[in-house]
């Protein structure tokens, strides 16, 4: 069974669901699915940048699922970002799933590293 952890925001929720890569009693959570809901600005800032450092901690692969945001500033754009730069650092997998309004300033991110 997959339980899920959440945190509040004034204006988000971050639910956590584990993942496994197996079934049955020998399962081991092979990574952690973090889905954003609300919206996220410069209040915000801190706490998500709390929350997902907290996660990177275990090792596991990461996936942050953006796409239940109703608004993201760019404040908590940079901190994910920040964020994304520590998980590669750490050499632990952050995947991000960002919708199509967010996908490009991860992307100009992702060119800007490149260079």
């Given at each position: 069974m997959t339980s899920a952890v959440r945190r509040w925001g004034a204006a988000w929720c971050v639910a956590i669901f584990p993942r496994h890569g197996e079934t049955g009693s020998e399962a081991r959570t092979s990574g952690y699915a973090v889905e954003i809901h609300g919206e996220l600005d410069a209040a915000s800032r801190?706490?998500?940048g709390v929350q997902l450092r907290r996660m990177l901690e275990f090792g596991a692969p990461v996936t942050l699922d953006l796409t239940h945001l109703k608004f993201c500033g760019v404040a908590a754009i940079e901190e994910i970002l920040q964020v994304a730069d520590l998980a590669r650092h750490s050499d632990v997998s952050l995947s991000i799933i960002a919708p199509d309004t967010l996908a490009p300033y991860?992307?100009?991110?992702e060119d800007?590293?490149?260079r």
């Open positions: 801190q706490e998500l991860f992307a100009l991110s800007m590293r490149d």
